[in-house]
């Protein structure tokens, strides 16, 4: 055990050996990791940890599944793997918790505070919760999707963290830094507005400060917060901390008659606590190591570029590996992560109008207090960013001017983009272009979703459902929920429906719960225009894997040039794929999509024009199509 360790769970889970960050492979091992951690030392069932990882529903074969993801994390561990020992009835995961493990470093320097605070020393308080408070990255466990230890391990840590703010306020005020207290407990207030403790001491920091006004406010907000949610009134403690304030100056007599105001309008607005508004992580995130290790070192280099731009076809993965990625660098951003779905596919796209508005209220911008003009918003939103750290994600994006206003302007804060359309862009993005998934990288998805007891009895089945699905993680979710959903089918069963599937029955068989194929590939083909439209579904007549220029030209019924165009705006939408110069093919879901709509857009001239055309020579050749020599069936 030479290297130095550290692990981390207040926050996304962390591993660092000798200050190396550790990347780990899924949730699921982040989860198993977690759980060891909160029990560190001690041995952990292995049913305890089936219930930790996967919940009160485990999928069959979890015990062997656990047995995957302890030996990956021992690989994690590296030269440390000793660590993690298997001791019957389960594992344990050995360490120094005073040195090695943050929550118990943060429990140990918060109880020291509170001792000093009980012999009077609040210097000392003061420092030890300021260490205590230092350890925090974020929410804890993050990055782990487990009810049970969310319930049971993060939330006693959460309420601890609320007492060591409450610590640090106090050693404040006696110190003579009330506005400093104040500050803080504002925060403290509007994250827990039912907790009448922080709400009395930022009354105390508030009045000590000579700031009683204010004081007086905070009173009335809270017991008109107290009347409404809960029908009571403020404790007697806290009635007669109000009347001791009032007592401090006779003029603030009016001041505390003053109407009543209702949080969200005027001076009593309370801000918003940090903004952590990023959708769920998949639990059962897989493969991508390359995109997701090149979005994460981007953007979490401080003198790295500010924004990372990702672009794919529909159904690719995009927001999975967005959202995977803005989970792992969450805690790097104390000042919060700001979602937004911009709808960017969708019939009516997000407004950046109404977007800002949005982000401005989570930033503590009363509703009263937003600019009436775009200009005027996206100026106070680029100024409250200046002095924070902040990780924005922009999902789906339309096109540049819909996201231009959203963009941060400081060197602290960072960007992070989806969209379809290869010509959004951001000056110094780094670029990434998602393809379907390889072929390991699917397998390993649909295991994760049907188990690997099933595919490893029917493999042959397995491999049939995953050529269908063309390394698509939309058509694997799919099936894979499908499979889950009817435990009683066997694979074959849905190899064979897939197999037998002609025309559009497939992506009928490619839809469950809102994994909808077709829906997702009808959404950025409505939006084209009738000379694309018409191409696509041209192109969709051909059944090999690659078309040159020339032979599109002549499908199209156009120069070189005209069709050149026309298949490059295909391309940078993600509808067609272009693997070479002036060589264009279409993924075969798109295919099955787009023949699915020329049955409606296509003419009888239409088709049989590229009836006529495959029969030429040149359709067949190097210069103009490299395929299969079998030519549809006309009217087809």
Known sequence: MGSTVWFGLLGPVDIRLDGEPVPLPSARTRALLAALLCQANRVVSVDGLVDAVWGADPPDGAVTTLRSHVMRLRRCLGSEAARLETVAPGYRLLLD?????????????????????????????????????SLWRGEP???????????????????????????????????GRASDAAAALRRLAADHPHRE?????????????????????????????????????????????????????????????????EPGTGSGYVAWPTPHTLPWDTADFTGREEPLRRVTEALGDPKGPNAVVVDGMAGVG???????????????????????????????????????AAFLRLLGIAPADLPGSAMERAALYRSLLAVRRVLVVLDDVHDVRQMAPLIPASPGCVLLVTTRDRHVGVAGAVRLSISPLAHDESRMLL?????????????????????????LPLAIRAAGGRLAARPGWRIA???????????????????????????????GFTALGETSATALCLLALWSGPELGLPAAASLLGGSAAEAEDILERLVDLNLLQSPRHRRYALHALVREFAAEKAGTLLT???????AALWRLPHARSAEGFAGRSRPPAPGS
């Open 318 to 356: 995009k927001t999975a590996l967005a959202l995977h990625a803005a989970h792992r660098l969450a805690g790097r951003f104390p000042g919060g992560q700001l979602y937004a779905d911009m709808r960017g596919t969708s019939a009516e796209p997000a407004q950046p109008f109404e977007v800002l």
């Open 97 to 133: 918790p005073a040195v090695e493990l943050d929550t118990r470093i943060f429990v140990a320097r918060y109880q020291a505070g509170q001792q000093a605070a009980d012999a009077g020393d609040w210097r000392s308080a003061a420092r030890h919760a300021a260490e205590a408070l």
């Open 493 to 523: 069963d849905l190899a064979a429906r897939l197999a037998n599937a002609a025309g559009s029955a497939l992506l009928d068989e490619l839809r469950f719960a809102d994994h909808d194929v077709r829906a997702g590939l009808e959404a």
């Open 604 to 610: 009888d001239d239409q088709r049989d024009r590229a």
């Open 141 to 175: 466990l993050a990055d782990v999707p487990s009810e049970l230890l969310h319930l049971e391990e993060a939330a006693a840590w959460a309420e601890m963290r609320v007492e060591a703010i409450e610590l640090r306020a106090r050693a404040d005020i006696e110190l």
């Open 447 to 471: 295991e994760q979703m049907v188990g690997t007891h099933r595919t490893a009895a029917e493999p042959e089945a397995a491999e049939q459902v995953l050529a269908a699905c063309a390394g």
């Open 197 to 261: 403790p922080a709400y009395a001491l930022l009354m105390a920091a508030l009045a000590a400060a000579d700031r009683r006004v204010e004081a007086l406010r905070v009173y009335r907000l809270l017991r008109t917060v107290l009347v409404r949610d809960l029908g009571m009134e403020p404790s007697p403690e806290l009635r007669a901390l109000h009347q001791r304030i009032l007592a401090m100056d006779t003029g603030l007599g009016a001041a505390a008659q003053e109407q009543h105001e």
